[in-house]
């Protein structure tokens, strides 16, 4: 963690000395509003409520195609973070931004962790399941309270962007809805997923959920871990086993092939990847809905 602090230290020193903050971020010279967020939910929420306001700068710090855990910062974000005028994080998640966030002190900084209360992930109390975006009810309330930091910040557009914040919670509200509708009557109730990102989403729609995998997509599973799996799959009647987007398919498509089961994209949604460029979070999560209701075999 020190050495990782001292890099962010180093890379916000070397930003300062090479004139890439004069020359590239520009706060005050530009007059723009620079909005930063960390991972692809929290960019679409801050497009969003920005809308088509002139003047505003967003910028997001992990690439489309790459695994959100994972991320390291350049000097140039970290630039980025440095001269943040919003800055929409989740504490936990990324701790590369986290050591950027306690260097440099931006000066209006929204962590979403702190406004959605984060559950402790299942038999882990000393972790925290940062996935609380899954819930769209959940990214409902980072948006207001996304919204309130930028009209402080930019108090002449505040009517523009409190009108696209009720926009966008009528749409989550309208997803929600969906969800809960689609998933009422299905005669599976259990899903296999890569990676431990669905409790939130679970607990919202009344579905039990079982990772391979842990809160890391990485994480490799015991052997006993998928015996259980096995079992569970056999006991409740699985058909499918889901996959994702950002990671490695290996283990799903093994577990399924053992099995003799189908396999099927279920997106966590920690951000877009090649094919799934041209789409968003509303987008992504109404194929999730798709997949659910035919995997779970949903009337």
């Not at 962790?113 to 819930?135: I, S």
């Not at 994480?219 to 259980?228: I, L």
């Not at 009647?237 to 279920?266: K, M, N, W, Y």
């Amino acid at each position: 963690m020190f050495g990782r602090r001292l890099a962010v230290v180093a890379a916000a020193l070397a930003v300062a000395a090479s004139g890439a903050l004069a020359s590239g971020c520009q706060r005050q010279d530009d007059g723009r509003l620079h909005v930063v967020t960390s991972f692809y939910p929290l960019q679409f929420v801050a497009q969003r409520v920005v809308g088509s306001t002139p003047g505003v700068e967003i910028t997001n710090l992990t690439r489309p195609g790459q695994e959100p855990h994972d991320l390291e910062l350049t000097v140039r974000q970290t630039a980025k973070v440095v001269d943040a005028d919003v800055l929409l994080v989740e504490r936990g998640l990324q701790p590369a931004v986290d050591d950027a966030v306690d260097t440099s002190e931006p000066p209006r900084v929204l962590d979403a962790a702190r406004v959605v209360h984060l559950h402790p992930q299942p038999g882990r109390h000393d972790q925290v399941d940062p996935h609380f975006w899954l819930d769209p009810t959940l990214l409902s309330r980072v948006a207001a309270a996304f919204e309130t930091e930028l009209a402080k910040s930019d108090p002449a557009h505040a009517n523009e962007y409190r009108r696209n914040l009720r926009t966008l919670q009528r749409q989550l509200t309208g997803l929600d809805r969906s969800f809960k509708r689609g998933l009422a009557h299905c005669r599976v109730r259990t899903i296999v997923v890569s990676h431990d990102a669905f409790g939130y989403f679970g607990r919202r729609y009344g579905l039990q959920v079982a990772p391979i995998n842990g809160l890391s997509p990485d994480a490799e599973p015991s052997p006993a871990h998928v015996r259980q799996l096995q079992g569970l799959i056999r006991s409740d009647g699985i058909t499918t086993v889901f996959t994702e987007a950002l990671a490695s398919p290996q283990l799903a498509d093994s577990l399924a092939s053992d099995l003799h089961l189908r396999t099927a994209v279920l997106d966590p949604v920690e951000g877009l990847s090649k094919a799934t460029a041209h789409e968003n979070y509303l987008s992504l999560m109404r194929r999730n809905l798709t997949a659910l209701r035919q995997a779970e075999q949903c009337s």
